[in-house]
């Protein structure tokens, strides 16, 4: 390589960090603001960083590696469970220990869903994740003297963090604690991303069939983000039961799994931003709407979803960052 390729390269790796800066510097005082700006409206923000975790754990199947699924809260409602289980009936109450249990189960059912899902491909792996959640919110229900079947899992009462920071009425604590969870989860995301996996991820969802002429496995690979998937969407999980103090059977359900794919298309797929802005948009706008309109607040969801769809093709993110290259190079 020559002395030119490299001082050129250098600082388009560089870029890549100070972009990844700005933007867990554009996070923490969206964070800020939002903890100044609506005090009395701290638990949507909270439930807000719940699911943008579950939109970040499918944005690396879904973006990264191309794995079509609808059954992604599986591993969200899993980590819950696992969480809320721990502290209902085994009184293990420490936040972080919960945070960590919920994350093994997590991860538990993103191996057992890549090894299903993964047999299939396209249509059929939709298929096979429907089936997943379904199997899933159903076994919930029925192993009831643990969960709590319909009625859901209550009793549950996190202590304090690091026996300092009590959960407070106002939902104070918990936010921090999920930005903070968010913000870490962000930065391994990011590192990940960036690394040979993910990179080998990248080429398997662009084309799987050159990477195993290579000699990769696709399908351990595949599995592996699953199971790192179902890690992220346990953390995210568990911090809802943490900070709810309640699992229900709604954590497993269909629903979330599709608002989910939703808020991810709405951002933009495959750059973990745009499931953080689509989780927001989507969110806000569901909340802002329903309280405007509580009769037919879905119609005008799906109408404005539409819009996006058809003007801005690349979701929120994806279409901004373009225009944004776009005036970068017209400037020079």
């Known amino acids: 390589m020559s002395a030119g390729a490299s001082v050129t390269a250098i600082p388009a790796q560089n ?15 969206a964070a800020m603001a939002g903890y100044f700006l609506f ?38 409602g899993s980590g819950a469970y696992a969480a809320g289980i721990a502290a209902a009936h085994f009184g293990i109450t420490e936040p972080l220990t919960m945070i960590a249990i919920g994350a093994v189960g997590g991860a538990l059912a993103g191996l057992i869903s890549g090894v299903v899902i993964l047999r299939g491909h396209g249509l059929a792996q939709l298929v096979l994740s429907i089936a997943i959640i379904h199997l899933f919110q159903e076994a919930a229900n029925k192993a009831s003297e643990y969960t709590g079947g319909s009625d859901g899992l209550s009793g549950i009462s996190p202590d304090p963090i690091l026996g ?66 179902g890690l992220v969407a ?61 009769f037919h607040w879905l119609t005008i969801v799906g109408a404005l979803l539409i819009a996006v769809v058809l003007f801005a093709p690349k979701g929120l993110y994806g279409t901004a960052a373009t225009l944004v290259e776009r005036h970068r190079r017209g400037g020079k």
Not at 15 to 29: F, M
Not at 168 to 177: E, I
Not at 204 to 229: E, F, H, N, W
């Open 164 to 229: 300092v920071f009590e959960f407070d009425l106002w939902g104070r604590t918990a936010y921090v604690f999920g930005v903070v969870l968010l913000v870490l989860v962000f930065i391994l995301l990011r590192i990940l991303v960036r690394s040979p996996f993910g990179m080998l991820c990248r080429g398997i969802r662009q084309d799987p069939v050159r990477v195993s002429a290579m000699g990769a496995s696709v399908k351990l690979t595949l599995i592996k983000m699953y199971v790192i998937s």
């Open 234 to 294: 346990g953390v995210g999980g568990a911090f809802n039961a943490v900070s709810t103090q309640v699992v229900g059977l709604d954590s497993l359900s269909f629903t979330n799994s599709a608002e989910a794919l939703v808020m991810l298309v709405l951002g933009g797929v495959g750059s973990l931003y745009g499931a953080l802005i689509g989780t927001i948009a989507f969110v806000w706008i569901e909340d802002l709407v329903s309280a405007a309109n509580p």
């Open 39 to 76: 005090p009395n409206n701290l638990a949507l923000l909270t439930r807000m960083i719940a699911i943008m975790l579950l939109v970040l754990s499918l944005d690396l199947v879904t973006g990264y590696c191309g794995v079509a699924t609808l059954g992604h809260a599986a591993l969200f």
């Open 15 to 29: 870029r890549g960090w100070q972009r990844d800066l700005l933007g867990i510097a554009v996070i923490l005082v």
